[in-house]
């Protein structure tokens, strides 16, 4: 299921960051501790009575050293390319001033729904600032307080209305879907088309449920896939579509709706920080993951090339150390028959399944081997396992005291767990519960 996008829109100084801590609340706290994982505020998740949505803060885009109008600009035309609804946010205590006009012009070119909030009404005696806004022409304008919390209920239950009402394309459950992500110029466009090309049984683009994804289902070895393709749908000409964060925002909306994704690095230019960024979030959407190394072509090799660069890509991404490697290149198409493989053990191992009792002779083998930690004078007691859920393969083992479960250990179960199971290409979920 793809989750609605919210943006949240405006000038500077208007709070725009303090509504998205308060939308996403403590999840943008919650800081899984996996060396390596670099996170960027950028984009969130939220949730609101029934809905699931993802928020936009427009804030976190740097657009650099561009003219102060020019950045807002660049900024509300990245959040419209990508939301379902935008919240235009303004500041009560200032009043409407030439900077949101501006921004009101280019909301109302993009036909985009648009909710109104006007921030820092801390108070009721405030709340008489608020007509003015309605001059912007975007219907009645709410008084919110990010400060305070205030407000916030009756501005996601306004965001709430122009939700899509569909999840867009379905497919079977025995589909297999796939992403390429990467940041540009990485070949994502190249492999998709060589592995098309080679199996030539490409089926009908489908627009998917993404603005930007175009969804192209084939088979092969009587298996059916479906790819789903955000590389090289560029509007020329503007500016942001070389901005890194703009990349990132459509490798989300592709992650989500993916079973398998592939992280293309470009062999040439070896890795670099927005490559750990992008795979940093489908390692946290739970996600299957196959790094591929592209334009492997254009490296000279001795015997020694490939465990160096594979050493470099495992010191570099220490989150992925179940992802496979592969090594190929889409333009000469070599080693491009390495991948399909790769994409149907990941995704079989995304859904593995394991009998409890098995798992549990397997934890209790560990516990014998490496005995529990002990904190304070307590000592962790495990009493049993079981898997509740697949993509990704989910534990819960019940305990004495979660709390005693400490990161080490449990990375030591997770290890022991893979050693007996597998679970290559998959990341694996481990969470301790008090046995009631």
């Known amino acids: 299921m793809v989750k609605p996008v919210i943006a949240i829109v405006g000038r500077p100084n208007v709070g725009k960051s303090t509504i998205f801590n308060r939308i996403v609340g403590e999840r ?153 992500i990467g ?64 990349s990132v925002l459509r490798a989300l909306r592709a992650i989500e709706r993916s079973d398998v994704v592939l992280v293309v690095i470009n062999a040439e230019e070896g890795i670099i920080e927005q490559d750990k960024k992008i795979a940093g979030y489908a390692h946290e959407a739970g996600k299957a993951v196959v790094i591929v190394v592209n334009k492997w072509d254009a490296i000279e090799k001795d015997e020694k090339t490939m465990n160096v660069f594979e050493q470099k890509i495992r010191d570099h991404f220490l989150f992925l150390t179940y992802a496979p490697i592969v090594y190929l290149s889409a333009k000469t198409k070599k080693r491009i028959n390495t991948v399909m493989p790769m994409i149907d053990m990941a995704s079989e191992n995304h859904s593995r399944r394991v009998e409890t009792s098995v798992l549990n002779d397997i934890i209790m083998d560990a516990v014998a081997m490496n005995p529990t930690p002990t904190d304070k004078g307590k000592r962790l007691k495990i009493y049993y396992a079981t898997q509740v859920s697949v993509k990704p393969p989910t534990f819960v083992i019940f305990v004495n005291e979660p709390e005693l479960l400490h990161f080490s250990y449990e990375r030591f179960l997770e290890n022991r767990i893979r050693d007996a199971f597998g679970f290559e290409g998959t990341p694996i979920r481990i969470y301790a519960r008090a046995r009631q």
Do not use: C
Request: aromatic share 10%; net charge negative; charged share 30%.
């Open 28 to 180: 943008v706290s919650i800081v899984e501790d996996v060396p390596g994982v670099t996170r960027d505020r950028i984009y969130s998740s939220g949730e609101w009575l029934t809905y699931d949505f993802n928020v936009i803060d427009t804030g976190g885009i740097d657009i650099g050293d561009e003219p102060f109008l020019e950045q807002i600009r660049q900024q509300a035309e990245i959040a419209i390319d990508e939301a379902d609804v935008i919240i235009f946010l303004t500041n009560g205590r200032e009043g409407v001033t030439a900077a949101d006009e501006e921004v009101a012009k280019i909301l109302y070119k993009s036909k985009k729904p648009v909710v109104l909030g006007v921030n820092k009404i801390d108070n009721p005696e405030m709340r008489e600032q608020v007509y003015d806004f309605y001059s912007l022409g975007f219907g009645e304008p709410i008084p919110i307080s990010g400060s305070h919390g205030l407000g916030l209920g009756d501005l996601l239950d306004e965001a709430a209305k122009f939700f899509p009402k569909t999840d867009g394309q379905d497919y079977e459950e025995d589909v297999i879907k796939f992403s390429l």
């Open 183 to 246: 940041r540009p110029n990485v070949g994502k466009s190249s492999l998709v088309n060589a592995i098309l090309g080679e199996e030539r049984v490409i089926v009908s683009n489908i627009a998917g449920t993404t603005r930007d994804a175009v969804d192209s289902p084939y088979t092969y070895n009587e298996q059916k896939y479906v790819i789903i393709d955000t590389a090289g749908i560029r509007k020329k000409g503007k500016v942001y579509e070389t901005t890194e964060k703009y």
